[in-house]
Structure formats: C-alpha cells, structure tokens
T-cell receptor
Framework: AQSVAQPEDQVNVAEGNPLTVKCTYS??????LFWYVQYPNRGLQFLLK????DNLVKGSYGFEAEFNKSQTSFHLKKPSALVSDSALYFC?????????????WGLGTSLAVNP | GAVVSQHPSWVICKSGTSVKIECRSL??????MFWYRQFPKQSLMLMAT?????????EQGVEKDKFLINHASLTLSTLTVTSAHPEDSSFYIC???????????FGPGTRLTVL
C-alpha cells in the first residue's frame, strides 16, 4: 500500500539557519512526489515536485528537495530560514500506475522559525 | 501556477440546513476535482473524487447522500452538505489536477460552521 511518513510533528529553527523537513514514502513503481505549504486558514500552495530527472528539485520561495530512491526519502530543505516560512508543510506521493491522480498525504509538519 | 477558486470562503448555518460550496478552476480545465476535509491541526482527508459528466467516487466512510457532489462542467465542481449538523463543521478544500503539469492546485478552502 502507498504511504507517506512525516516523522516530525514540529520543527523549530532559528531565522537564518538551514531547515529540513523530512518525508519518506512507500509506493509501487516510480513515485511522483510533492511538497505543499499551508498557512493558517488557507488552502495549500504548491512548492515543488519530483517526477523524473535530477534528484535535486528547486521550487518556490527558495525551497528545494532531494529525491533519494535508496532511502525512499524526499526531504524539504532551505539554506536560510525566514520567519515568514513558519507554516504547515505537507508531503504527498502519487504512484504513476494507471490513471489514478489521488495523492497520499503525510500528516504534516509544523515549521516554526524563530526570530 | 494555476488558480483554483472556492466560494464561499466561510459560511455559518443552522443545523438541518444545506450548504453548497463551489470550486472553480480559473485558467485550466479539470475533468477531475478532489474534495478534502481538514480538522484543526490535522492532515487532509480525501472525501471524494469529482468526475465531469459522471458520478463522483466517494472514499470509504463518506456518506454520498450527505455530501452531494456535482461536476457540471470542466471548470466547476460543487459540494453540497445536506442537512448539516455541528459535527460537519470543518474546513473543506478542493483541488484540481492540471494534467499538463501533473500537479494538483488547491482552492483557498471554505470554513463551515454549523450551529
């Protein structure tokens, strides 16, 4: 069965420091991997995705993520965190088999960037 | 990125009444849309897949007679919460996959409060 794990409920980091939000997945076949960010009382905003190609994917707002097939991970990273990055981050995966576009979601990680 | 709108952004209704939420893809066509429910500080729960021109596909445990979905056109899906009760109070979010990018884009969400 397909699944996504975000092992940390909350990540705290000081402004200016690098941040990492972890995600591991389990899916049959080649995965489509996504990161979304949610600000309070708002919908989700797309940050970045991996479908094929370079393992290091760059996305919006200076975020990037590295696809690691051997570790089945897709951790989200940013070299220097901003207070405005404080939000809820979701990792999601979709298998590429068939025509099923449903995403499987992690439980989310709350990122707090302290000034 | 692509734009998906939702209306209304918030609604308060009395118990027993019905509420309709609209989801529109503004700059692309979507044969499929997804409806999610989100409880405070929790992940997304997929309720159903809305299919243009055919019946929606409901996830296990979601009452199709209570949460009516209509996908009337390639840019509009509606979710009607019938005979709403306080336990239906939640944040409802729709998404639409933009097929050419293999990415789902989300509406801003609708906060439903049933008194």
């Amino acid at each position: 069965a397909q699944s996504v794990a975000q092992p940390e409920d909350q990540v705290n980091v000081a402004e200016g420091n690098p941040l990492t939000v972890k995600c591991t997945y389990s899916v049959s076949g080649n995965p489509y991997l996504f990161w979304y960010v949610q600000y309070p009382n708002r919908g989700l905003q797309f940050l970045l995705k991996y479908i094929t190609g370079d393992n290091l994917v760059k996305g919006s707002y200076g975020f990037e993520a590295e696809f690691n097939k051997s570790q089945t991970s897709f951790h989200l990273k940013k070299p220097s965190a901003l207070v405005s990055d404080s939000a809820l981050y979701f990792c999601a995966v979709r298998g590429n088999a068939g025509n099923n576009r449903k995403l499987i979601w992690g439980l989310g990680t709350s990122l707090a960037v302290n000034p | 990125g692509a734009v998906v709108s939702q209306h209304p952004s918030w609604v308060i209704c009395k118990s027993g009444t019905s509420v309709k939420i609209e989801c529109r893809s503004l700059d692309f066509q979507a044969t499929t849309m997804f409806w999610y429910r989100q409880f405070p500080k929790q992940s997304l729960m997929l309720m159903a897949t809305s299919n243009e021109g055919s019946k929606a596909t409901y996830e296990q445990g979601v009452e199709k007679d209570k949460f009516l979905i209509n996908h009337a056109s390639l840019t509009l899906s509606t979710l009607t919460v019938t005979s709403a009760h306080p336990e239906d109070s939640s944040f409802y979010i729709c998404s639409a996959p933009w097929e050419s990018t293999d990415t789902q884009y989300f509406g801003p969400g609708t906060r439903l409060t049933v008194l």
